[in-house]
T-cell receptor
């Protein structure tokens, strides 16, 4: 299993540009989430999904869109990038089954908006 | 709503000294508690977790944590620090264990020779 994969690893955008951060998992997990990490702020939840076709907002959803058309993929879209979205983005997946009680994190995407 | 407070954004210890990183949580339901470690420019690694049962939880790299419901705490300890323990540590809480996490702001552990 590849686990949770994220692409790209690094990205530089100009203000106003759009892009999609990709996240995929091959563990058939029903739960997927996006977090952003900023210095001194820990990780904060952006959006999450409890299954294909179901998404919900987290703590800091403004400026981001998500959709979940398949169990495997959970892309994060920035429609008009702003410098405040400069951050490291982590995708995670988990499952209710098997009693694992563990989030599996991807390696992260480091985004800089100039 | 859940919340996590990590006391001290930076903790400095000498090699061989006790490591104590503090975490207090707020949760309206029985919590699931986690400690993650992040080495520079790397992703998150799970150190240990409390789900149910034994309140003293042992993790990787010699770390352990004790769940104290009366104190709403889940402090992380290690008897003897190594230089390789220098990293940022995050405490997190979840209401279901498999669902989303609420993180603390992190504590940077500095280890001096």
């Amino acid at each position: 299993n590849a686990g949770v994969t994220q692409t790209p690893k690094f990205q530089v955008l100009k203000t106003g540009q759009s892009m999609t951060l990709q996240c995929a998992q091959d563990m058939n997990h029903e739960y997927m989430s996006w977090y952003r990490q900023d210095p001194g702020m820990g990780l904060r939840l952006i959006h999450y999904s409890v299954g294909a076709g179901i998404t919900d907002q987290g703590e800091v959803p403004n400026g981001y869109n998500v959709s979940r058309s398949t169990t495997e993929d959970f892309p994060l879209r920035l429609l008009s990038a702003a410098p405040s979205q400069t951050s490291v983005y982590f995708c995670a997946s988990s499952t209710r089954g098997q009693g694992s009680y563990e989030q599996y994190f991807g390696p992260g995407t480091r985004l800089t908006v100039t | 709503a859940q919340s996590v407070t990590q006391l001290g954004s930076h903790v400095s210890v000498s090699e061989g000294a006790l490591v104590l990183l503090r975490c207090n949580y707020s949760s309206s339901v029985p919590p699931y508690l986690f400690w993650y470690v992040q080495y520079p420019n790397q992703g998150l690694q799970l150190l240990l977790k409390y789900t149910t049962g034994a309140t003293l939880v042992k993790g990787i790299n010699g770390f352990e944590a004790e769940f104290k419901k009366s104190e709403t705490s889940f402090h992380l300890t290690k008897p003897s620090a190594h230089m390789s323990d220098a990293a940022e540590y995050f405490c997190a809480v979840s209401d279901k264990g498999y669902s989303t996490l609420t993180f603390g702001k992190g504590t940077m552990l500095l280890v001096s020779p």
